[in-house]
């Protein structure tokens, strides 16, 4: 088991200027108990189960599964797909991802970075602006 332990944050101000980037769509196939979501990342395809969110973490199992798959699964989905582009930022040595979301959730950015403990220290960037963990 792979335990997650993210914080995120709304954003304000940020420049995607000469960031490496993915383009994705997700849907989410299940909210009940459990998050169970396929993902579509530029030319590969998962499918990611997250548990209960508890403080900062999460257990989160992902797989990578055939695009053929995916397709299939996005037909399922409980909610529209989610389409949005993931842009990398490095900040004192911690990488941020941080999603600039198209269609329905136009207008929103969003960002996470992945810690290796809840406790962990980390710079927070100037154009991240409210927490929304959780």
Known sequence: MYLEIERKYLVSGFSTEGLRF??????????????????????????????????????????????????????????????KTRYYAEVDGKTWEVDVFEGENEGLVMAEIELNSENEEFTLPKWAAEEVTG
């Open 22 to 83: 993915k383009k994705m769509k997700q849907a989410y196939l299940a909210k009940e108990g459990c998050t169970l979501r396929v993902r579509i990342a530029d030319d590969k395809a998962f499918l990611t189960i997250k548990g209960k969110t508890e403080g900062f973490s999460r257990a989160e199992f992902e797989y990578e599964i055939p695009m053929e798959d995916a397709n299939a699964m996005m037909e399922l989905a409980i909610y529209p797909p989610v389409i």
